[in-house]
């Protein structure tokens, strides 16, 4: 039997195994099943956290579809949570090892628990690994709409003049366009009445979700390089399942998430 435990951040849900121990990943199929929503746990993906020499753990990414993905933020923040509440000190701080990077979290506790987290998410790129030709794309048009391409060790592609409500129409064409041979998540953008961004996601391998940490960075970045948004300071971005702070600096050398993490629960495996 092994134990799994339930996490999600803002609606973006996850089952984490801690493999720190066996060091053993899972397969496409383990996957598929675990997030399956009614013959399984049901989740966005699957988070397997394994060990790493000079960090807290490694943590891989394993889509519904059963496809890896390099980097999530919303994951990465169930993933600090989850090493942080299960160690038996209280950290400030962690470093965790991804794809994108080994990226370091600061934690703010509350009643012995991390309520929330902001993720030092690394450089915004514009050139590769987004397209096969290089970059940068940036306000250039694509299948009837405007987009720019950004990379956050995984691929996005920002239209900042597509409304959410075009997600699901747009989406699944835009995912699997040549100019991405990897595939790419797609975020349609709206400005908020109160300042910021409202964003739909379609997630490469999943579909829409209700929030994607590294597709609301990667709005942020598209929006400050159209001069929409400011660099260095925070920007709120909403989400179907909630708000989180984005702050881009102006070199793209970081970008920061800020945002809350919530336990679900936990359970066995056979």
Known sequence: ????????????DFVVLDRRVTG???????????CDRHFGIGADGVLTILPEDGAAGRMVVHNADGSIAEMCGNGL????KHLAESGGD????????????????ELEWAHGAVERVTVAMGPARLK????PRGGPFVGEPIEGVVGTAVSMGNPHLVLLDTPPADARRLGPGLEVHPLFPDRTNVEFVEPRSEGGL???VWE???????????GACATVVASALAGRSPFDEWVPVELPGGVLDIKAAKDLSQVWLRGPVRFVFSGTLP
């Open 128 to 131: 590769e690994p987004i397209l």
């Open 1 to 12: 039997m092994e134990r799994f435990s339930k996490y999600h951040g803002l609606g973006n």
């Open 24 to 34: 053993l990943d899972i397969d496409a199929e383990t996957s598929r099943r675990l």
């Open 198 to 200: 409202r964003v739909t």
């Open 90 to 105: 209280r950290p400030e701080r962690l470093s965790i090892a991804t794809g994108a990077g080994v990226l370091t979290s």
């Open 204 to 214: 490469r391998g999943v579909g829409i979700t209700l929030a994607c940490g590294t």
């Open 77 to 80: 923040r169930c993933v600090v």
